[in-house]
């Protein structure tokens, strides 16, 4: 994707996204892991610069992100309207966000460890790159824990539990699918074009 297309389109959603949104506090903590990524991206466009895999992967789990921040993950419409159609008691958007917490961090790990030479035995770096993927998973969630209590007020909408008792674990388990699901489906591809650097 060109740089100047993934701009428009990441500015395009980012506006929707914070215009009148259901609760703009939700809203900033559900939107900042995607303005912090863009800071990342943009300090290291020239150092350190992605295949055009990952940017696409990257601006998709942005997009995910602003979506969530601006209906709150629990009150997407579309996914409303999913949940009637397939007999779910809740709306699962936030486990969309989740399978994307682990189908496109592995695949940034992947990157970096490869072109660092960090870990050169196929297996070893696929187990370290699961655990890694579980690893922030496991972290994101004690973030939302610490904010719950830190905020109170806008816990419910930010942790999206819905009543949920095993809403953590499956959260959790959506990231491991997303990174296994990655690395199967999009580790040839991330060669061809590791390549072509």
Known sequence: MARFSWLAVFFTVLVWSAWYPKDMFVWFLEVFPALAGFVVLLMTRYAFPLTPLLYTLILLHMIVLMVG???????????????????????NYDKLGHFMQGFVPVMVAREIVLRKGVILFPMWRNFFLLCFCLALSAFYELVEWWVALASGTGAEAFLGTQGYVWDTQSDMAFALCGAVLGLLCLSRRHDKQLALL
Do not use: C, K
Request: glycine share 8%; no cysteine; hydrophobic share 35%.
């Open 69 to 91: 921040g601006h209906y709150t993950y629990a009150e997407v419409p579309l996914f409303d309207q999913v949940s009637e159609w397939m007999g779910w008691q809740r709306n």
